[in-house]
């Protein structure tokens, strides 16, 4: 073999193992890395940055390599945001999964009637989400206040429900998810019932916030609720021991009259100030709601509804106070 032809193959021989050599090389730092991780990606973030991202938590071995990728095969026109738990299976499975493959991290939550918006807070706070934000969300809502809260707070209007946030879900869109169920409520069915009763939906929610602590049990709603409608009409205090927990900010149970602590001096004072608390004192449920517009406000003789209390586990209700008092004489001795 002539040595010009031999130094030609050599250097064919050598270009081939070269290519291949940089190719085993290139699939190594997109191969799998056996690392596995959480991850968030945010809204916004291009190829360079989630490459980057990746990289650092051991994901993949190139990030410059990794977005190359991802634009070359224009899945960085794809990435969904979010927050995912990922394993380094190499750059084809991860790419596929942050662009559509696999559902971003969500959590589901459970609100319960009568809790307040601090304690939502709390639940958010523990799933990892931004409970502070949505409590400052919450008492300074700006232009997320719909136009039917007369208050400065949305406390009363975070419908209790169960809702799925993503894990990267900001206080703004958590708190219009639940601003969005409680509207639902609103049919115009409602609206209808509430324009013959007088009440605006300030009032019709604020005093179902009350209605939602008082009841131990949905059945009593409609009674209690009447209770306190008549009241109202009669311009008589509602004298309710939740809206003087919440001036405090104690739990009902600890309210103790020893301690002075029906004298408080607020105006969500019930016992004090005639009306109803200027704000919901809770987040009632769709039974608290309709309570109100559906009340029993008579006892079977016809006699408007004034006074209650609970003992041995029931409701009882009277119309006038001598009649409230034997009760209690009888089942509270």
Do not use: C
Not at 201 to 208: D, E, M, S
Request: aromatic share 10%.
């Amino acid at each position: 073999m002539p040595e010009g032809r031999s130094w030609v193959l050599r250097g064919v021989y050598l270009l081939f193992t070269l290519f291949f050599l940089l190719l085993a090389y290139t699939l190594w730092l997109l191969g799998p890395t056996g690392k596995e991780a959480l991850v968030r990606l945010e809204p916004g973030w291009d190829a360079t940055r989630v490459a980057k991202l990746l990289e650092e938590k051991g994901l993949v071995r190139s990030g410059r390599l990794f977005a190359y990728y991802l634009r070359f095969s224009r899945r960085d026109r794809l990435l969904v945001p979010g927050a995912y738990r990922l394993r380094g299976e190499g750059a084809f499975r991860l790419a596929r999964a942050i662009s559509g493959g696999q559902p971003p991290l969500s959590v589901t939550l459970t609100f319960p009637e009568g809790l307040r918006a601090v304690d939502y807070a709390h639940r958010l706070k523990e799933a990892g989400l931004d409970g502070d934000g949505f409590l400052d969300r919450v008492r300074n809502p700006g232009p997320l206040k719909p136009p039917y809260v007369e208050g400065e707070s949305l406390e009363g209007f975070l419908f209790p429900a169960t809702y799925t946030f993503g894990l990267l879900d900001t206080p703004e869109e958590v708190v219009r998810a639940m601003l969005r169920r409680f509207e639902a409520e609103l049919t115009p069915l409602v609206r209808e019932k509430l324009r013959v009763r007088g009440l605006s939906v300030q009032a019709w929610v604020t005093l179902a916030s009350i209605v939602q602590v008082e009841a131990g049990k949905e059945e009593e709603m409609p009674l209690i609720a009447g209770v306190f409608l008549n009241r109202l009409e009669q311009g008589m205090p509602l004298q309710a021991d939740p809206t003087v927990a919440y001036a405090l900010g104690k739990p009902l149970p600890e309210l103790s009259r020893k301690a002075g602590d029906f004298g408080v001096d607020s105006p969500y004072n019930t016992y004090r100030y005639p009306g109803l608390p200027p704000t919901p004192i809770s987040n009632p449920g769709r039974a608290a709601l309709l309570s109100v517009l559906d009340p029993v406000l008579t006892d079977e003789k016809g006699r408007p509804l004034l006074y209650f209390f609970h003992a041995q586990g029931r409701l009882f209700t009277s119309p006038d106070f001598a009649t409230h008092l034997r009760l209690l004489s009888q089942h509270r001795p």
